[in-house]
């Protein structure tokens, strides 16, 4: 499958990394915190002694302005992304997938560091994805509904991406674990009824970008859907 376009809860920060600025959440000035986004971005590109900065990008998912939740919720993507090519972090559940690749150094005492900053890497990017969640199921603006489940969707591809390429490849790397979880969150989260109709913008966009035009989508939003109804109906 391959996807178009590309408060906060676990803050706790990294092992021995330097944190950010002080962004944020609520009550603030908007383009200031968009600069504070782009700035927090910036400096995770130049290394990774700036990982505390997810917790703070996090933190601006909450943001009441919603152009700045918009922009946050993009730089995480594409941090966590980075993060993923870096061989930092994985997109399995738990810890039995492999990573493809690692770029990491495997110094005297930097194993355990790394594996400590992946542990940390893989508990932030599940709290974003619980973040993403939450948006998409209740958001009061459409379009960072759209976004979060566009960018839910992209780690759906990625996870079936790079477990196809692991050793051995998984026989079924459609990643359905967090599918179902986004499927539940459009048909059974916190939305208006209004999520049962094609033209909501949100389904609108999926059925569109996603479920009309890949397969394996289809496939198991039918069958995530029929789990669902037969749970909901006591299985009988």
């Not at 960072?144 to 477990?163: K, N, P, T, Y």
């Not at 109709?197 to 970008?209: Q, R």
Request: aromatic share 6%.
């Amino acid at each position: 499958m391959k996807t178009t376009k590309s408060s906060a809860k676990g803050a706790t920060r990294g092992p021995g990394k330097k944190g950010g600025g002080s962004p944020g959440n609520g009550v603030g000035d908007g383009a200031s915190d968009l600069d504070t986004v782009r700035q927090l971005e910036e400096q995770l590109s130049e290394g990774h002694q700036h990982a505390n900065n997810v917790v703070d990008l996090m933190e601006l998912c909450s943001h009441e302005d919603d152009a700045v939740k918009h922009a946050a919720i993009h730089s995480l993507h594409r941090v966590f992304l980075q993060f993923a090519d870096a061989g930092l972090l994985h997109f399995g559940v738990g810890r039995k997938h492999k990573q493809v690749k690692t770029n990491t150094t495997t110094s005297a005492g930097g194993g355990s560091a790394s594996a400590a900053l992946r542990d940390w890497l893989h508990e932030k990017y599940s709290a974003f994805l619980n973040v993403l969640l939450e948006l998409l199921g209740s958001a009061r603006e459409p379009s960072v509904q759209v976004a979060s489940m566009r960018i839910l969707m992209d780690f759906v591809r990625e996870a079936g991406e790079r477990r196809r390429r692991q050793e051995p490849p998984l026989a079924n790397a459609f990643a359905n674990e967090l599918f179902e979880r986004i499927v539940r969150a459009l048909a059974l989260g916190g939305r208006s009824a209004a999520a049962v109709d094609t033209a909501d913008p949100v389904v609108k966009a999926f059925t569109a970008d996603f479920s009309n035009s890949f397969d394996d989508v289809r496939y198991y939003l039918y069958k995530d859907l029929a789990r669902f109804c037969e749970a909901a109906g006591g299985g009988g």
